[in-house]
């Protein structure tokens, strides 16, 4: 089997922005008088909001606030982002180098919105849209993670066969949809997940971050010989 298609992840896997999405996350869930620690929303974190908030406060709870929570959050992540920056993980741009030098096809497959994803060009002055041939976000979806929707569709747009695609992800949530959808699963421990709860939720090799990838990734590509790091 020969991976010539790569589908990725944005917060945690190439962008160093999972602490910021809990500190977001809760001083949204504070607004409303709710009640959430930041350990328990850390755990929900790879999940798009309309996945993330009913796991944490229940579906009755989030019919009244969800909407509301999710837009809270934005702003909350904005401002957070503003103060203190954003930073991609070391080596992430030439992790995506090497993929295209070896003709793989990429697409970045995130619950964000392109609003998120405009937000963040702004902030770091990275323009995404010139590193992978397809972007998907959440509005191309009906669920996002760990619903398979986002990684489908990005297989969709890639045209290429689901056996020759592998999803690069930090969360165990990123880890379900790819096995939801058929597909292969690479784990990074740079979204602060162990490699045993990436490796149970479906990760077939396990890496620190971009840097151990991109150091790995002539083995990755021959999937017969790879070994958890």
Same mark, same amino acid.
């Given at each position: ?32 008088? %709710? ?50 920056? %954003? ?143």
């Amino acid at each position: 089997m020969t991976f010539c298609a790569f589908v990725f992840d944005l917060d945690g896997t190439l962008l160093d922005s999972n602490p910021l999405h809990v500190r977001a996350w809760c001083a949204a869930f504070e607004q409303f008088e %709710l009640e959430m620690t930041e350990d328990r929303i850390a755990e929900e974190i790879g999940k798009g909001g309309d996945q993330l908030v009913p796991s944490l406060i229940g579906k009755e709870l989030d019919k009244k606030f969800g909407k509301k929570l999710g837009k809270a959050h934005d702003k909350e992540f904005e401002k957070l982002a503003a103060r203190n920056g %954003l930073k991609f993980f070391p080596d992430w741009d030439r992790l995506l180098k090497a993929c295209h030098e070896r003709d793989a096809r990429l697409a970045l497959a995130t619950s964000s919105d392109k609003k998120q994803l405009d937000f963040i060009h702004e902030i770091t002055s990275i323009d995404l849209w010139g590193f992978f041939d397809e972007i998907v976000t959440a509005a191309d979806v009906d669920q996002t993670k760990p619903s398979p929707d986002l990684f489908t569709v990005a297989v969709q747009k890639l045209r290429q066969p689901r056996r020759n695609c592998v999803v690069v992800g930090d969360t165990p949530h990123d880890c379900t949809a790819a096995l939801k959808a058929k597909l292969a699963a690479v784990g990074l421990r740079s979204g602060g997940h162990k490699t045993k709860t990436l490796q149970s939720a479906g990760a077939f090799v396990v890496y620190n971050d971009c840097t151990d990838m991109l150091r790995n990734l002539p083995t990755l590509l021959d999937p017969a010989k790879s070994k958890p790091a």
